[in-house]
């Protein structure tokens, strides 16, 4: 692990079936690991993500055509009464089914930053800050959002 970025890995396993929400709890954290026959990559997160975060599955008409197991890091605001907002999405899909959604009109659902076994890794961003200008949420929104150098690394296929 490179020191300059100070990051911590996080090895996550694509969930074949995880229906399961973690509570909202600001001290939810990703787990350190997990099993699944649909492969798997380790994740290096930013120190300054400790504690601002809850990991949630998507369900199967928010991943689209990606594999079962994508998952979304959801910042959890100070404001207790606004949702969660996500942070990143990480997602896997076969590389055929990568393609026709690269076809597609629009947007992509975000960027692929790796590929491996006829996988393709990809990573969703916030197109903008969801919180009013000036917030205390929306500075702490800001300082999490990934820079360019960490998403070059962010996921690594194993």
Not at 116 to 143: E, I, R
């Amino acid at each position: 692990m490179q020191t300059r970025t100070k990051a911590w890995l996080v090895t996550l396993i694509l969930l074949s079936a995880c229906s399961e929400k973690p509570a909202p709890d600001r001290k939810a954290v990703a787990p350190d690991s997990a099993n699944s026959s649909l492969g798997s990559y380790a994740l290096a997160l930013p120190e300054r993500w400790k504690g601002h975060f809850r990991v949630d599955s998507l369900s199967t008409q928010e991943r689209g055509t990606a594999l079962p197991g994508a998952v979304v890091f959801n910042y959890l605001p100070a404001d207790t009464t606004i949702r969660p907002q996500a942070l990143l999405v990480v997602a896997v899909y076969d590389s055929a089914a990568w393609q026709a959604v690269r076809k597609e009109a629009g947007p992509p659902p975000g960027d692929s930053v790796a590929a491996k076994g006829g996988k393709v890794f990809v990573v969703g961003l916030p197109q903008s800050n969801p919180f009013p200008p000036g917030s205390p949420d929306a500075t702490v929104f800001q300082l999490l959002e990934l820079k360019a150098a960490e998403i070059s690394g962010l996921v690594r296929p194993n």
